[in-house]
Antibody, heavy 122, light 112 residues
Framework: QLQLQESGPGLVKPSETLSLTCTVS??????????WGWIRQPPGKGLEWIGS???????YYNPSLKSRVTISVDTSKNQFSLKLSSVTAADTAVYYC??????????????WGQGTTVTVSS | QSVLTQPPSVSGAPGQRVTISCTGS?????????VHWYQQLPGTAPKLLIY???NRPSGVPDRFSGSKSGTSASLAITGLQAEDEADYYC????????????FGGGTKLTVL
């Protein structure tokens, strides 16, 4: 069955760039018309959508983060990635990758990674 | 401040029925966009519970049901069980913000 796994540094310094990768196993990231999304959850708070990428490479970002976010896909590695620049303590959160977060029938996020904790601190 | 408004908490005794509301506006739920619901057990990733307003993914018990009317949606849980204690989130699309994914603020369900 499809599985997603986030990976990346657990500690990032303020003003630096947070980089995470989501590896997809049990299926091809480009085999169907799926979207792939990033979502985060600050400690003790709710879910915040960061952005999504279509399997073809089209990207959609949360306007509140758009100036700092880049999401890309590497079909050869069956991975998609998140870069968030100029991080501050407010970016400390559990970061999840998920299948979905797109348009219409591709909107619900039906498969999630386990999440990875990223702390922004010097 | 979330675009979709949920009550911070609800509670119920085992066996009872509880509902969780998700109130939006004419630019999201009221515009006809689908609502999805997620269950997040403590320390785990969210799990899709209801999609397309009222559809259950395979494996989700029929104790969970979803509905939508006007600018609001609801998640109903019948025959409440201790393992239902979790946070619940609604999700939709908002046309005015051009945001593909908007979440409600989440509702903590406590089983008494």
């Amino acid at each position: 069955q499809l599985q997603l796994q986030e990976s990346g540094p657990g500690l990032v310094k303020p003003s630096e760039t947070l980089s995470l990768t989501c590896t997809v196993s049990g299926g091809s990231i480009s085999s169907s018309s799926y979207y792939w999304g990033w979502i985060r959850q600050p400690p003790g708070k709710g879910l915040e959508w960061i952005g999504s990428i279509y399997y073809s490479g089209s990207t959609y970002y949360n306007p509140s983060l758009k100036s700092r976010v880049t999401i890309s896909v590497d079909t050869s590695k069956n991975q998609f990635s998140l870069k968030l620049s100029s991080v501050t303590a407010a970016d400390t959160a559990v970061y999840y990758c998920a299948r979905g977060g797109g348009i219409g029938q591709w909107s619900p996020m039906d498969v999630w990674g386990q999440g990875t904790t990223v702390t922004v601190s010097s | 401040q979330s675009v979709l408004t949920q009550p911070p908490s609800v509670s119920g005794a085992p066996g009872q029925r509880v509902t969780i509301s998700c109130t939006g506006s004419s630019s999201n739920i009221g515009a006809g966009y689908d609502v999805h619901w997620y269950q997040q057990l403590p320390g785990t990733a969210p799990k899709l519970l209801i999609y397309g307003n009222s559809n259950r993914p395979s494996g989700v018990p029929d104790r969970f049901s979803g509905s939508k009317s006007g600018t609001s949606a609801s998640l109903a849980i019948t025959g409440l069980q201790a393992e239902d204690e979790a946070d619940y989130y609604c999700q939709s699309y908002d046309s005015s913000l051009s945001v593909l994914v908007v979440f409600g603020g989440g509702t903590k369900l406590t089983v008494l």
